[in-house]
C-alpha cells in the first residue's frame, strides 16, 4: 500500500453480499480455512486468472497478494487478521483503494456463521461530478458479483443445507 497517495474521497462503506452456513461442528473453523485458501478462490471468482500469495513464514497480517484478472492485475495485503472471526484485505492500484471486509459472525440457528463481506472504495483523484459516484457504484456492483461467487463456493464446499 501506499501511503503517500492522499484519498480525496470516499463512497462509504456498504455490504457487498452475505451467505449463512451450517448447522454444523467447528462451523468457524470449516469457513475460514476455505476463506483463507486463496488459491482456490480463483475457481469460484469470475475473471479471476490467478491469485498468487508471497507468505514468507506464516500466513497474516501484512502478507501480500497479486490478483490477475483478465483486464488488469492487482496488488494487496491482508490489514486485519484475526483467526476464525475477521480478514481484512486492502486491494490499491494507482487509481483508488478498496478495502474488503470478511466478518465470521454466529447465526441465529446453534452451529451456524452468517460469511459477511463489506467494502469500501476510495479514489486517489476526484472524477467529474456524477461520473465519480457512478464508477464507484459499478466498483462495488462488479465486487458483489466477484464475491457472491466466491461465498456460495464456500457454502456449497463446506455444507449443501444453509441455516434458516
Known amino acids: 500500500m501506499n501511503p503517500s497517495l ?50 514468507d513464514l506464516n500466513l497474516g497480517r ?16 491482508i490489514s486485519h487478521w484475526h483467526p476464525n472471526q475477521q480478514l481484512d484485505i486492502v486491494i490499491f492500484d494507482k487509481r483508488r483503494q478498496i478495502g474488503l471486509r470478511f ?4 447465526g441465529k440457528t446453534n452451529g451456524c456463521i452468517q460469511l459477511l463481506v463489506t467494502c469500501e472504495v476510495a479514489r486517489y483523484e476526484r472524477l467529474l461530478g456524477p461520473a465519480d459516484h457512478l464508477i464507484r457504484r459499478y466498483i ?15 457454502r456449497i464446499q463446506i455444507q449443501s443445507n444453509c441455516c434458516p
Open 6 to 55: 492522499p484519498v480525496k474521497s470516499a463512497s462509504g462503506v456498504s455490504m457487498l453480499c452475505e451467505t449463512n452456513i451450517g448447522p454444523l461442528e467447528n462451523a468457524r473453523k470449516q469457513v475460514w480455512s476455505k476463506l483463507i485458501d486463496f488459491p482456490t478462490w480463483p475457481d469460484a471468482i469470475p475473471n479471476l486468472q490467478s491469485l498468487a500469495v508471497s507468505v
Open 103 to 106: 466478518d465470521l459472525i454466529d
Open 62 to 77: 501484512g502478507t501480500q497478494i497479486e490478483f490477475d484478472w483478465k483486464t488488469s492485475r492487482q496488488q494487496a495485503v
Open 140 to 154: 462495488k456492483n462488479s465486487l458483489r458479483s466477484c464475491f457472491q461467487s466466491l461465498l456460495t463456493g464456500i
